[in-house]
């Protein structure tokens, strides 16, 4: 089946800084793609709607100049945290699709701000 | 915001038995996917089911849906330790007739099986 990678899988950092987190589709090009944020014990949330060559869309109540996403190429995405504040430790995690509905999911990056 | 809806929230069997879970949903949806999660691990895509489809199944996996009840469950057959995990159920709205395979996912059911 087809791989979703994502970088780096873990990352701890300094309130205030800002943290990128990379989403690559391996073998298949993803004309979209999608980011969730899942705290602990609940459910994924969507973030944003990434799509290549234009700009992402961003679910409600998502602030978009506080997670900027950028998808310049159909195997990469990015979502960079700008500011991190300890509330915005979670758990990142990305997933790729194509028109035919499935969806392929990265394994996740856990993201702890001090 | 989160439009799916599992129970139970929690279960716990022993190897061997079946593990039931549902899932309700509110809208049209052009399909309903079943994920398994690992703790503390990325999303494992089991099954998906098309709106127009009332039953699948894949290895000890079946599936059902009904559109008229807005619901589907997941039955897991002669369960092992190892499917121990939570499992999210996620829709795919009907966008118009357009599908952006935008996901909105349930809160989740988290099964232990003893061993």
């Known amino acids: 089946g087809a791989v979703v990678s994502q970088h780096p899988s873990w990352v701890i950092c300094k309130s205030g800084t800002s943290v990128k987190i990379e989403c690559r589709s391996l073998d298949f090009q993803a004309t979209t793609m999608f980011w969730y944020r899942q705290f602990p014990k609940q459910s994924l949330m969507l973030m944003a709607t990434?799509?290549?060559?234009?700009?992402?869309?961003?679910e409600q109540g998502v602030e978009k100049d506080k997670f900027l996403i950028n998808h310049a190429s159909l195997t990469l995405s990015t979502l960079t945290v700008t500011s991190a504040h300890p509330e915005d430790s979670s758990f990142y995690i990305c997933?790729?699709?194509?028109?035919?509905?499935?969806?392929?999911f990265g394994p996740g990056t856990r993201l702890l701000v001090l | 915001s989160q439009q799916g809806e599992e129970d139970p929230q929690a279960l716990s069997i022993q190897e061997g038995e079946n593990a039931t879970m549902n899932c309700s949903y509110k809208?049209?949806?052009?399909?309903l996917q079943w994920y398994r999660q690992n703790s503390g691990r990325g999303l494992v895509h089991l099954i998906l089911i098309r709106s127009n489809e009332r039953e699948k199944h894949s290895g000890r996996l079946r599936v059902t849906l009904d559109t008229s009840k807005k619901s589907s469950s997941l039955l897991i057959t002669a369960s092992r330790a190892a499917d121990t995990a939570s499992y999210f159920c996620?829709?795919?709205?009907?966008?118009?007739?357009?599908?952006?395979?935008?996901?909105?996912f349930g809160q989740g059911t988290i099964l232990t099986v003893h061993p």
């Open positions: 809208t049209s949806i052009n399909n």
């Open positions: 997933s790729a699709g194509t028109v035919q509905e499935t969806q392929y």
């Open positions: 990434s799509n290549e060559g234009s700009k992402a869309t961003y």
């Open positions: 996620a829709t795919d709205q009907d966008a118009g007739g357009t599908s952006y395979g935008k996901l909105t």
